[in-house]
C-alpha cells in the first residue's frame, strides 16, 4: 500500500499559467517533504522541501504548501515554463520511520508553449 | 557543486549473470541509498547504508545486496540477474537524516 500517492498521473498547463501538483500521504509519522524534478535519462534533482512545522515554503516560481490535519501538499509553478515538463515526485521521510525517504508514482507535467 | 555518479548510463546483461552498479560520491555525506523507478511505480528504496560497512534494506530488497566499503561508495550487486530487475537504478546521497538526497543520474539497466 502507497504511503505517498500522487493521484494524477499526467497534468497539462498552458505556459505562463500556475501549475499546481498534489501529493497525499498516509502516515502521520512524516516530518519532512521533498519535491524532485526528473527528465528523462537523468536523475532526480531536489526543487524544494517543507518541514511538517510549517504550512509554507517558497523558492522563486516554486512554492510548497502543507495541510498537515488533511494529510496533504501542494506544488504551485508560477508562471510555468516549457523546461518546467518533467516527472515530478513527491517524497517524505519520518523521524520514527528510519533515514530513508518514501516517494510517490510521480505526476508528468507538460508545459505547453 | 555536489556530485553522485554512477558507474554507466546503460547497461545489457543476460539472465544470470552478476551485475554489479558503483555509486560514488564526493560530498562526505553519511547516507547512501540505492533505488530503482518503473512506471506507475515512482522511486522504490533497495537498499541504504548510513555509515561505511552497515546496510539496511529497503522496501525491495529481494535479489539484490549492497557493499559499502568507503563512506564514498556504495554498490548495488545483483547476485544473478533477471528479467523483472530490467529497470533504472538510482543511486542518491544525502548529508544527514534532516537534509535531501541528491542523486546520481541514473543506470538503465536492461537484462535479456
Known amino acids: 500500500d502507497q504511503q505517498v500517492k500522487q493521484n494524477s498521473p499526467s497534468l497539462s498547463v498552458q505556459e505562463g499559467r500556475i501549475s499546481i501538483l498534489n501529493c497525499d500521504y498516509t502516515n502521520s509519522m512524516f516530518d519532512y517533504f521533498l519535491w524532485y524534478k526528473k527528465y528523462p535519462a537523468e536523475g532526480p534533482t531536489f526543487l524544494i522541501s517543507?518541514?511538517?512545522?510549517?504550512d509554507k515554503n517558497e523558492d522563486g516560481r516554486f512554492t510548497v504548501f502543507l495541510n498537515k490535519s488533511a494529510k496533504h501538499l501542494s506544488l504551485h509553478i508560477v508562471p510555468s515554463q516549457p523546461g518546467d515538463s518533467a516527472v515530478y515526485f513527491c517524497?517524505?521521510?519520518?523521524?520514527?520511520?528510519?533515514?530513508?525517504?518514501?516517494f510517490g508514482p510521480g505526476t508528468r507535467l507538460s508545459v505547453l508553449p | 557543486d555536489v556530485k553522485v555518479t554512477q558507474s554507466s548510463r546503460y547497461l545489457v546483461k543476460r539472465t544470470g549473470e552478476k551485475v554489479f552498479l558503483e555509486c560514488v560520491q564526493d560530498?562526505?555525506?553519511?547516507?547512501m541509498f540505492w533505488y530503482r523507478q518503473d512506471p506507475g511505480l515512482g522511486l522504490r528504496l533497495i537498499y541504504f547504508?548510513?555509515?561505511?560497512?552497515?546496510?539496511e534494506k529497503g522496501d525491495i530488497p529481494e535479489g539484490y545486496s549492497v557493499s559499502r566499503e568507503k563512506k564514498e561508495r556504495f554498490s548495488l550487486i545483483l547476485e544473478s540477474a533477471s528479467t523483472n530487475q530490467t529497470s533504472m537504478y538510482l543511486c542518491a546521497s544525502s548529508l544527514t537524516s534532516n537534509t535531501e538526497a541528491f542523486f546520481g543520474q541514473g543506470t538503465r539497466l536492461t537484462v535479456v
Open positions: 560530498m562526505d555525506h553519511e547516507n
Open positions: 517543507i518541514s511538517s512545522i510549517k
Open positions: 517524497a517524505a521521510r519520518g523521524y520514527n520511520y528510519g533515514q530513508n525517504f518514501v
Open positions: 547504508s548510513y555509515d561505511v560497512k552497515m546496510k
